[in-house]
Nanobody
Framework: QVPLMESGGGSVQPGGSLKLSCEAS???????MGWFRQVPGKEREGIAA????????LYADSVQGRFTISQNNAKNTLYLQMSSLKPEDTAKYYC?????????????????WGQGTQVTVSS
């Protein structure tokens, strides 16, 4: 089991920014890492992913241009910089990792998951 620990969630007003972090303790062999989010009653949505070796990124249309995924040089900490936040961005955000490529924004493409961190965008 690969422990993934998210942090940085909280409450913010519309138009504000937050930066999420995800630490993969002792795990540096992932081929890709991603961010997903979920609201109660809906499926988990893949919103951003990064291929560790190439640095290629992929974003969902819903966050393109507003969110930026990145990672540290050791490839064991993942970040999600969120800007111009909207009320519809309110969700629980999860990070995920996998030892193989493909299905960057598909839940089925990931083996390891964090417990999630809540983001609430409200005035």
């Amino acid at each position: 089991q690969v422990p993934l620990m998210e942090s940085g969630g909280g409450s913010v007003q519309p138009g504000g920014s937050l930066k999420l972090s995800c630490e993969a303790s002792g795990y540096t062999d992932s081929a890709k890492m991603g961010w997903f989010r979920q609201v109660p009653g809906k499926e988990r949505e893949g919103i951003a992913a990064i291929e560790n070796q190439s640095g290629r990124t992929l974003y969902a249309d819903s966050v393109q241009g507003r969110f930026t995924i990145s990672q540290n040089n050791a490839k064991n900490t993942l970040y999600l910089q969120m800007s111009s936040l909207k009320p519809e961005d309110t969700a629980k955000y999860y990070c995920a990792a996998a030892p193989n490529l493909g299905w960057l924004l598909r839940e089925e493409g990931y083996n390891y998951w964090g417990q999630g961190t809540q983001v609430t965008v409200s005035s």
